[in-house]
DNA sequence: TTGATTACCGAACATTTGGTAGATAGCCTT
DNA sequence: AAGGCTATCTACCAAATGTTCGGTAATCAA
């Protein structure tokens, strides 16, 4: 075989690339190390060489999102923090805009999404190799929707179950759907219909 | 081994019940033949007897699926017409009320719904085997809800995505959660908010 | 230039997989 | 009681799977 050697980081990010569109295609058990690593352009045992198992692939690229999530949406956070302490408090609309800009990252990386919305209900499964880490994003997601809602809602952890589980279902049926209806457009609607206004 | 020759009908229902538990779990390719028949108390090639290929046991319990639930959705829908030909058309509270049914139906059979949330995932992939069933019935699901909301929505269908999708998000934060929350209260609450009140 | 490091390969391995073939035994009809 | 039907078994198979091993060549530091 045509030996190409590449910069271990770009072979990386290639793979952790491939690994996400798979996944999301086909889930965990439906790739083959063989078949992902085919689609990197590299053996069997070249793969490996990168993730010591099949399982780790999975973590790896789990780990290797977290710390590029962490990067983006901390800052947007404290943006709108920011924002805030102009004012008196998280306002109505600087919630709105801070959801529906994590929902336009969403929309941005379709393959992404699909790939987080095909794992996370494969580990729904308690002794699912990724459950853990699904189940703490979730838990993390609700702590900070029911934070910036603490003012805005009369039951913060409610309504921030609810904006959660828009989301999930929404992408889900975007997806689904080949992207033909409006998702901005619908998520927005029903944010505010569900973020009472303040009278 | 002990050969123990059961009702054709009841070995029937007994592995559509493993099927569901069991592809809940681990997903269609986590399962195996050989695991799903151990469930059942019959060998691999038993199983086999009943469905003639893995595919066929997916396909199978999905239509067997399908006709349950029209056996207990149509009343259902039908019921609930019977009762808005009295006044005029669907009211707000029949609506409410026919939606609140269609959950508990989910919060009652919490293994059929983590099948369906995890089966549904799966199917995502144009190419899945499932793929076709899951877009339909969801492509019906919405139209239902869009006939209901008809006249109580500005936009019926995109009322109908919304709710559809606080439907799947719910069901699966509930599942994942241990179920530590009051799932038709945070429903009724949302639905409720989603569908403005005449005035 | 040389030597060490390491990205990558081919081949092999044990195991697991979905599926088949033929035998056998429990049930129903007659 | 006899005979057929079929639910179920044991045994088997070819293919695929995750992983390991020893080697090879590209890159880099000295």
């Given at each position: ?11 990386r ?42 399982d ?19 800052p ?56 853990a ?36 279902g929404l ?18 609607s ?10």
């Open positions: 075989m045509a030996r190409l050697r590449e910069n271990p980081e770009v072979r990010a290639q793979i952790f690339d491939a690994a996400i569109l798979m996944l999301g295609e086909q889930g965990f058990n439906g790739i083959t190390v063989q078949r992902l690593a085919q689609r990197c352009g590299v053996s069997n045992a070249g793969l490996l060489h990168y993730f010591p198992s099949k780790e692939i999975l973590l790896g690229v789990l780990d290797e999102l977290e710390r590029r999530e962490a990067d983006i949406v901390v947007l956070i404290a943006a709108a923090a920011d924002k805030a302490s102009e004012g008196a408090g998280a306002s109505r609309g600087l919630v709105l805009e801070l959801l529906r800009s994590m929902l336009e990252r969403f929309a941005a990386r379709p393959d992404l999404g699909r790939f987080l919305v095909v794992m996370q209900a494969e580990a729904l499964h308690r002794e699912h190799l990724a459950n880490w699904f189940r703490d994003r979730e838990a993390m997601t609700i702590d900070l929707f029911a934070d910036l809602l603490a003012t805005l809602a009369a039951e913060p952890r409610r309504t921030a179950r609810q904006l959660v589980a828009l989301l999930y992408g889900q049926i975007w997806l689904r759907g080949d992207r033909d209806f409006d998702l901005l457009a619908t998520w927005d029903a944010v505010a219909a569900l973020i009472p206004e303040r009278r």
